[in-house]
């Protein structure tokens, strides 16, 4: 019986497809729910979130916003295919992986749209803030957990070390390189900018 599941599970976990739409509607399920969640920040929770916001925002306005600490951005860039990658690894990545993209797109979008709320005409500024990097760091996020659930399938029947071809790898990292700078160079730069329309 176990060699009849763990053969049906690889059977579709290794069609692309599967995965593709596994990966798509977990990481936009967990959005959804941001979104909902979001709508429910009111009182004391969404005028903290103004006051932090205007702070921040006066900070840019004054010039005296710098990058965020590289060492601390690497492990929140990072840190989403490092636990990719680990869950890939053992056969309860087929509920982890979907879980972790799950939780990346609650929090992604549950942020957007608390900014959103108590920013309504804000939505440049929003998108710079948290969208912008997102771009880069999200479809490498998706491509890296569609490859990893189809190990895990792969695992369910034969052990296999978990392998990227050269150009996949490369793309992936670029992806998330690419979100590092983002955040580390350009975040900063047009978020000042920006800022000098949005307060007065």
Known sequence: MRRVVGGAWHVATVH????????IATFFLGGLCGIFSAGHVDGVGAEALWFYMQSFLHVAQSGQLRSPDFA???WTIFRWPLFTIICSM???GSVLIPALLLGRGFLLFFALSSLLRIMPSG???VFVLLGLSALCSVPALLILSIRGLQHVGIQRVKRERFHLPPRLIFGILSGFAACLLVDYYVVPVLFSALSHGMVG
């Open 123 to 125: 939505g440049v500024v």
């Open 72 to 74: 601390g951005l690497i």
């Open 90 to 92: 053992t056969i309860a």
């Open 16 to 23: 692309s497809r599967t995965c593709v739409y596994i990966c």
